[in-house]
């Protein structure tokens, strides 16, 4: 069950995991079908299952990519309904790595001023209200990416 | 994801490149050798057709902005490096809206995608095939 990053228990009502011992890419569409389905099933519409679909992809070929840059390792996908909220936790144990550092690129710069790269990760965090990591050393990581049922989704670009 | 490549002859000659499925990590690098075989055949504009694309992650941005770039007659990093590569299309952004590539048919999320990251601001856009085909003339 993931902790809530509040720290508040979380009401949990179901929940939906998916264990890949050795993800590969090629997992990654199993991966969007159980986590479409999962959010789904716990209540989210299909615009909120889309943006929730959209950031697992994201944090799942980040860490399927690069963390484990190409080679099969642990990929563990839970996803829960909190009350109002939907919280997917993402669990590997790739090297630690913190999206959340991750300066966001300004959309009104042209591309010729952006950082280059990290669209991924700017998609997961304009896709969910909040995401947040924890590592652990000398390996792992456990992603929590939280997003309201309700929210609106058209005008969320930042 | 399967790829089909067309050409339709109207003002100019547009290679379409027909994508049928999810345009993801596993499946981008497709995208973009079909791309590069257009570019190798002597294509000078190019229309993705997205229209039975479910899903697409942030890797079908970079090969839109490989082929931009290859369209552009500039030289793209390797694929690993192109993961990194939205920086070289400065050139085309600098000078406006690139045109050379187009993309029809986006699906909602597809589109928000798109959205999300500025790149709807420099390649355009249709509902319509007729309509993208003439936008390039």
């Keep these: 069950m993931a ?7 979380p009401v949990v009502t179901a929940t939906r995991s998916l264990h890949l011992p050795e993800a590969r890419q090629e997992d990654l569409r199993a991966i969007r079908a159980f986590v479409g389905d999962a959010a789904r099933s716990l209540g989210a519409q299909d615009a909120v299952a889309d943006d929730v679909v959209q950031a697992v992809d994201e944090s799942a070929t980040n860490v399927i990519r690069h963390g484990y840059r190409g080679m099969p390792g642990r ?3 839970a996803v829960e309904r909190d009350g109002p909220d939907l919280i997917v936790a993402i669990r590997d144990d790739a090297p630690p ?13 042209p591309l010729a001023g952006r950082r280059p790269g990290g669209f991924g990760i700017h998609l997961t965090r304009t896709c969910v209200d909040r995401v947040t990591h924890t590592g652990r050393a000398p390996a792992g990581n456990e992603l929590i990416l939280i997003r309201r049922l309700e929210h609106p989704t058209q005008e969320r670009t930042t | 994801m399967n790829t089909s490549v067309d050409k339709v002859t109207a003002a100019v000659t547009v290679t379409v490149l027909r994508l049928d499925g999810d345009l993801d990590a596993s499946s981008y690098e497709q995208l973009i050798e079909a791309g590069r075989k257009a570019v190798d055949a002597g294509a ?9 694309v479910p899903f697409m992650g942030s890797s079908g941005l970079v090969a839109f902005h490989t082929i931009a770039l290859l369209l552009a007659g500039e030289v793209p990093p ?18 406006g809206t690139q045109t050379h590539l187009q993309l029809l048919g986006p699906a909602p999320s597809v589109r928000k995608a798109l959205e999300r990251t500025g790149m709807s601001r420099f390649i355009p856009i249709h509902e319509d095939e007729a309509a993208a085909i003439a936008a390039f003339a």
Aim: glycine share 6%; net charge negative.
């Design chain 1, 3 to 9: 902790t809530h990053p509040d720290g508040r228990l």
């Design chain 1, 75 to 77: 990929l563990e996908v």
């Design chain 1, 97 to 109: 790595f913190d999206p959340t550092d991750f300066v966001i690129q300004d959309l009104d710069t």
């Design chain 2, 44 to 52: 000078h504009h190019v229309l993705v057709d997205l229209r039975k």
């Design chain 2, 78 to 95: 390797d694929l690993e490096g192109g993961w990194n590569a939205h920086h070289a299309m400065q050139r085309s952004v600098e000078a």
